[in-house]
Each structure stands twice: as structure tokens, then as C-alpha cells.
């Protein structure tokens, strides 16, 4: 129920170790010992998004998916957020909250039935990137099409409103003329094209290793 100062609309603390909290995330995954976090003051820039004279903050902590979501783990990072963010600030925070609501694993799997409460999508490894999505149609099941961060072009919301596209096209493209033989979304006369690149591709990826090799 106040202005806060020294925020701008997007702000990063990156004020601990992000190594450890990298490895808190994808090698060992744990609540994090010193979470870097994000906050976004959306009423710095839109007026329309706060009542006048308090701001609409938003604080995003990255966590590893399907670690246990209880209501004391919530509180605790929230007193660990705001006591850095006020420290960092030099004003305090937690006595002018009116509203607050917290949004994690447990209510990505209830909402989105994401898997392990995942909020990002597949990880961009080599085997999930590009072409390698899962496709916007099923191979499976006929007249099934997919849409959003999951399937191609990737995730973000360009991205899963690009998806929404390309599943529109596929669909019309359908339902004039039918798609004729297909593999996923992939047409069978592409495939020798598709597997010539990821030939190269683990080729290079071979050469390159033989460079960092050492005699």
C-alpha cells in the first residue's frame, strides 16, 4: 500500500552463487540455499495495474521441477526474497502488503497437469531442440494436434502463439486436401533430408570433441 523506490519495472538479483543455485536446479535438484531471484514492478511502467499510490509486484525464484510443495516451504522463501529484497532496496516491503499469492509446482500440476509441476517445458538439449519437439500433430492418434510450449516452435509466448498458427494452417490444410502420408508432422519425403542433417550434425559434434582432446 505504497510506492517502492529504487525498483525499476524488470529488476535481477543476482547477488549469491549462481553456480550453486544452477546446480541446485539441474544436477542436484533442491530448494535452493541462496535463491537469485527476478521482480517485476508491472506498475512502474502500466498505472492500470495497481490501485494509486501501491505497486503490482511480481518475484520469480527458478526452482528444479517435483520437489516437495508445502505452504511452510512457500512462506520460508518468501521471508528469505523480501528480507534481501528490502535490504538491497533500503526500504521495507512486507508491512505494505495488501495481497499476496504464491504459485509454484503444486498449482502447475493442478491448473496444467504439468509434469513434476514443470513450468518451462522440455530443456533445449540437442535431442529436444528444433526439430526434435514433438510435433503439432499426432502420429498416433488421427485429428490430434498439439499447441503451445511443448510442441514446435518452442517455448515462451511468441513461440506457443506461433504453435497456435502452424496448428490452425495444418488444420484448414486438412480439411481442404488432407496431409497424405506423414511421420508426426514430418512428411516422409523430407526424412532422407532430416537424416543427412543429423548426420552432419553428429558429425561436427564428433570433430569437435576430437579438438578438445588432449595428447
Request: proline share 6%; aromatic share 10%; hydrophobic share 40%.
Amino acid at each position: 500500500s505504497k510506492k517502492l523506490k529504487n525498483l525499476r519495472h524488470h529488476n535481477l538479483f543476482f547477488d549469491a552463487d549462481l553456480e550453486l543455485h544452477a546446480q541446485e536446479i539441474y544436477q542436484t535438484p533442491k530448494w535452493p540455499s541462496r535463491p537469485l531471484f527476478y521482480v517485476c514492478i508491472q506498475s512502474a511502467t502500466d498505472l492500470g495495474t495497481a490501485p494509486a499510490n501501491c505497486e503490482n509486484v511480481f518475484v520469480l525464484i527458478p526452482l528444479a521441477a517435483g520437489l516437495k510443495d508445502s505452504e511452510e516451504m512457500r512462506d520460508r522463501y518468501y521471508e528469505i526474497v523480501m528480507e534481501r529484497l528490502e535490504r538491497h532496496t533500503g526500504q521495507s516491503v512486507r508491512d505494505s502488503v495488501v495481497v499476496k499469492r504464491a504459485y509454484a509446482m503444486r498449482d502447475f500440476e493442478q491448473d496444467y497437469k504439468s509434469y513434476k509441476g514443470n513450468a518451462y517445458g522440455l530443456a533445449n538439449t540437442l535431442l529436444q531442440t528444433a526439430v526434435f519437439k514433438p510435433p503439432a500433430k499426432s502420429a498416433k492418434v488421427d485429428n490430434l494436434y498439439f499447441a503451445g510450449q511443448l510442441t514446435v516452435p518452442g517455448p515462451g509466448v511468441p513461440p506457443s502463439l506461433i504453435s497456435g498458427g502452424i496448428v490452425a494452417k495444418l488444420i484448414a490444410r486438412h480439411r481442404e486436401k488432407g496431409f497424405g502420408v506423414r511421420v508426426g508432422c514430418i512428411e516422409k519425403s523430407k526424412i532422407p533430408f532430416l537424416v543427412a542433417a543429423i548426420c552432419l550434425i553428429l558429425v561436427l559434434l564428433f570433430v569437435l570433441s576430437l579438438g578438445n582432446l588432449r595428447v
